[in-house]
């Protein structure tokens, strides 16, 4: 599976920005895809996941109810749609992919695309 996201760049805090990942290869077995971001001088942390076979999602806290996770079957992409945003949203932000159900390890996708900068500037 090869991943590739893109979509990122600079919004004021408080406004939107949606990233996408978009998959290629082989896609036809079951999947998840997970959004991660990495902060400057900080770990990579773990944002969100979504199940390809029944579209179960997965959030972590910092963003429940201001990021939203959606699959789009047509193309193979993953969508990030990010609103509300803070100026620790700031950083890298990578998809990944793993066979079977979603994750909230980096350990857990054994599939990984360059990431995409997001700057919320204050």
């Known amino acids: 599976v090869q991943l590739q996201a893109s979509g990122g760049g600079v919004v004021q805090a408080g406004g939107s920005l949606r990233v996408s990942c978009a998959a290629s290869?082989?896609?036809?077995?079951?999947?998840?895809v997970g959004w991660f971001r990495q902060a400057p001088g900080k770990e990579r942390e773990f944002l969100a996941a979504v199940d390809w076979s029944d579209r179960a999602t997965k959030y972590a806290d910092s963003v429940k109810g201001r990021f939203t996770i959606s699959k789009v079957n047509v193309n193979d992409t993953v969508f990030l749609q990010m609103n509300s945003l803070k100026s620790e949203d700031t950083g890298i932000y990578y998809c990944a992919a793993r066979r079977g159900n979603w994750r909230t390890t980096q350990s857990g996708y054994d599939y990984w695309g360059p990431g995409t900068q997001v700057t919320v500037s204050s």
């Open positions: 290869g082989r896609t036809d077995s079951p999947i998840a």
